[in-house]
DNA sequence: CGACAGATTGAGTAGGGTCAAAGAATGTGG
DNA sequence: CCACATTCTTTGACCCTACTCAATCTGTCG
C-alpha cells in the first residue's frame, strides 16, 4: 500500500487539504505505479476508469487529427492531478510519458466515494479544474494572439518557472512537442531558439537543456508591453 | 424572488441534479438581472465576487494584453455558468454581452454554502468545469492546427449548433469577436466566408444572418479527413 | 437623407510553412 | 570500444497563407 503521507507531492496535489489520519483511506484505494519514457497512460477516446497523480516526471496531454497534425494541448509536472472525464465517461486526450514517470492511479468510483466521505476534496478538485482552465485560457491567448518568439520566450519562462525558475534547465519534451504545444513546426521552433542565441538571450548547450542568459528581454518578449 | 422551477434553463444549468422542493433555496439567494448588448459584467483580474448562469443572450469571455491585442476564450449562452475564479480570488477574463442579456447571479459564499447543503451540486460545478475543460481544449485545437477556412466552417458549424441546429441562424457577434476567437484578423473572416459563399456552402442574407447551403461540404471542411 | 460603424474588397508584404539536406546526439551490435 | 544506424535537430532556399494598409461598400439609426 502506498505510503501518502510521506509523498513527495502531499501537499501540492488532490490530497493537499487532508488531514494526515485520514490519508490511509486514500492510500488503500490507491495504486503507486511507474511508467518508462513514452508509455501511454490512456488514449483519448478510451473508458474513462482512472484519475492520476505526477509523482515525478512529465507527460503530454495529446489531441490528433485523422490526417496526422497533432495539437499538445499541455504538459503535466510533479504534483498535477488529470484524468478522469468528469460527466463523459471517456478521456478527453490522449496521455504519454515524457520522462520515466512515477505516477499514482485511482479508480473513478473510488474517488467518488472519497469525495462521500472527505467533501473537502471536493474543493481540490474544483480549484484543480479552475487552475487548468486558466492555463487553457493562457494557451489559447498564447496561441491565437503571439508571433513566434512570443510564443517560445513564453515556453522557455514556463519551464524555469516548472523547475524552480532556475536559469539552467532540462527541456525534456522533443522539439516536436513544443512545435504542437505552440502551434508551430519544428524548423520554426528551432529557428526561433537560435534567433534567441544569437541575441545573447539564452544558450543551449545541449538541444535538451536551456540556460536563460538575459532574464529581462526573455520576459519583455513573452509578455510584450505595450509600445 | 426569482422563480428558479419555472426557469428556461431549469435542466441545462446548475440547479439540473436539484430536487424541486430545494430549488426554493436556492432562488432566494439568486438575483435575476438583465444587461443590454455591450455592457460588462466583470473585468479580468476584478475580485471575484459573484457566479452567473445566462438565462437568455450570449456573452463573450475575453482576455486584453497591454498593447491592445485581444482574444476571445468562448462564447457562452443561455445555460452555461460561470463566473467564480474557484482558488484564485480573481476573474479570469472580462465578460461582456453580446446581446441584451437575462441572466441570475449569486454570491460565492452563498454558493458554498449551498454546496455544504446540497452536496450534488458539487457534482454539477465539476461537470460544468469539465465540458468547459473539454471546449478549451477543443479550441486549442482549433487555433494551433487548423487553417483559416477549416477555423471558420467549425465556427459555423459550432454556432449552428447552439441554434438547434438549424440551417438558418444568427451570428450575433461582430467580425472583430469572431476574428479574436479564431486568431485571424476580420478580413481574413470576411474573405474566408466570402469564399464559402462563393463555393455555394453558405449563404449571407445579412452580415448577421447565415444560412448552410452544403452541410457535408462545410463539415468536411471542419474535420478535415485523412487525405 | 446623411453620418457612422461595421463589413467587404483590393494590392502588396512578411512571417511562418514546406521541402530538402546536412549536422548532432544517442543507441546498437560487432 | 568503435563503427554504423537511427533519430532528432539545425540550417537553407523557396513559397504561400494570412496580415497590413487602404479604399469602398452596406446597413443602421438618428
Redesign the pocket.
Known sequence: MPDCAHCPVRDHSLCAGMKAEDLVHVSERTDQLEAPAGQVLYFEGDAARFFFTIRRGVVRLVRSFPDGRRSVVGFLHAGDFFGGGFRRDVYDATVEAITPLEYCRIGITDLNELTEEFPELNRQLASMAADRLHAADDHIVLLSRK???EKVAAFLLASAEWTGKSSDFALPM???DIADYL?????????T??RLIDHDIIE?P???RVMIVDWPALKSLACPEAS
Open positions: 508571433t513566434a518568439i522533443a522539439r516536436s502551434g508551430l513546426t519544428i524548423e520554426t521552433v528551432s529557428r531558439m537560435t543551449l545541449t538541444p535538451q
